[in-house]
Structures are given as structure tokens and as C-alpha cells.
């Protein structure tokens, strides 16, 4: 087939291509651009920081989930949120905003809130290639809980198409089941997931002042990470395409 087509690719992917895969002229590969757009190649040549590809066709990529998923994350220890950012990436997650909480045990100046911007990007570029989706999420670090309330609460142009809903252990009083019971079609939701210490009261009554449905995760108490990607799995399972 001849190509329509070339590019050189450098940086980390490069270095993927050729020292993780192991690949050479040759080789069959599908490159995305995390827009919406993939194109089936074929290598050309391989140098020490380069890989050089022959473009062959564009190719539809169907895999978004047709729920508009927020995620919305208290501050945690890095680890964990990085991890919630790789597996939010492969569960089809929209937009991952992250926040301070009353009991989250740091704070994010400009400067380090930019470097783990840089980070999450990247953790999400390498969960994209790894599960084939088209579409990167959108990132954003807000200075405060005020901040991500205006851009999501009620202020916010909310619409009966968007659900919003918060995490709360302790309360086993409404499931994202009983949710989808009086909601059975939702095309955009934003669910908040608190820090490892949970929500104060402050906080919790603030985000249903702010039209968040107070939700519960089941009878267990779960980590940072376990209750971000509960809430995720559920929210797919019951509006997006994991069903």
C-alpha cells in the first residue's frame, strides 16, 4: 500500500518504540494524536533518538465513552494520584481536576501544580497508547475547593444533562444505582472523590449546596485511589459503555 505520508518521531515515544518494543523498519504501528485522529504506519528507519514512520491510512477510532466523565480529586499523596490518573485515562475518564481539600496533607504552589501537570500528561499519554483510546483528558489543577466549585457547581451552567455527585463514606444512604433510578439518561457527570482523610462536614454540606448528590461507595471504608476508580467503574457500568 503506498503511503500518504511521513513523519519523525522523537522524545519519549521514540524511546518506547525503540527500546521498550524493540521495533524496526519494518514494523506495523498505530500512532494516535490524542485529538480524536489515529493512522496506521509502517517504520521507515530507526536511529539512536529518532524512529521515522511512512504514513498509510487514517483509521476510525470508536472506543470514547459516550458518558462525559469528570473526575474531580482532593489532593493526596503523588503516588496514589498518579496511579488514579493512569487508570482514570484507561476507564474512559473525560477530565481529571484536581483540588485542596480541608484535610488533604499538602498545598500545590504554581510552580510544583505546573511539574505535576507535566507528569499527569505524560502518565496519561502512556495509559492512552496502552489501552488504544483517542482522546487524552483534559487536566487542570485548581488553587481551591471555591475555585473548582465555581467552575462546576451551581454557578456553573448546570443542566439536567449533567450529573454531579459526591463520594461520602459513612453514609449508605443513596448508590450511584439508586442515581441512575431517578436519572436513567445522563450524557456528562462530574463526581468528587475526597482526600485520604475524607471530607469534613463543611465540606460535604458546601457540595450539596453546590447541587452534588451525596453518594456511597458500599459499607467498606476505601483508599484514595480504590474509591476514585469504584466511582469511575460504576459510572461507566450504569451510563457509559461499560454495560
Excluded: N
Amino acid at each position: 500500500m503506498e503511503g500518504v505520508g511521513a513523519l519523525t518521531i522523537r522524545g519519549d515515544a521514540a524511546h518506547h518504540m525503540i527500546h521498550v518494543l524493540r521495533l524496526g523498519p519494518g514494523s506495523l504501528v498505530e500512532l494516535r494524536d490524542g485529538l480524536g485522529h489515529g493512522w496506521r504506519s509502517r517504520i521507515l528507519q530507526v536511529s539512536k533518538s529518532a524512529v521515522s514512520v511512512e504514513i498509510l491510512e487514517e483509521i476510525p477510532l470508536r472506543v470514547e465513552s459516550p458518558l462525559r466523565l469528570t473526575l474531580g480529586m482532593a489532593f493526596a499523596r503523588s503516588d496514589r494520584m498518579d496511579l488514579v490518573v493512569r487508570q482514570g485515562t484507561e476507564l474512559g475518564v473525560a477530565r481529571l481536576a484536581f483540588f485542596p481539600a480541608a484535610r488533604s496533607q499538602y498545598r500545590l504552589g504554581a510552580e510544583e501544580a505546573r511539574r505535576r501537570l507535566d507528569r499527569w500528561a505524560k502518565i496519561s499519554r502512556e495509559a492512552l497508547c496502552q489501552c488504544q483510546r483517542a482522546l487524552l483528558p483534559e487536566l487542570a489543577v485548581y488553587e481551591s475547593l471555591e475555585a473548582f466549585w465555581d467552575a462546576f457547581g451551581v454557578s456553573s451552567g448546570a443542566s439536567e444533562e449533567r450529573l454531579k455527585v459526591l463520594a461520602l463514606e459513612g453514609r449508605l444512604g443513596r448508590s450511584l444505582a439508586d442515581v441512575r433510578g431517578e436519572y436513567p439518561e445522563c450524557s456528562e457527570m462530574v463526581a468528587a472523590t475526597g482526600p485520604e482523610g475524607g471530607w469534613g462536614e463543611a465540606e460535604a454540606k458546601r457540595f450539596e449546596e453546590e447541587g452534588f448528590l451525596p453518594i456511597h461507595l458500599g459499607p467498606r471504608i476505601m483508599r484514595f485511589e480504590t474509591a476514585a476508580v469504584a466511582v469511575l467503574v460504576c459510572a461507566q457500568l450504569l451510563w457509559g459503555d461499560l454495560g
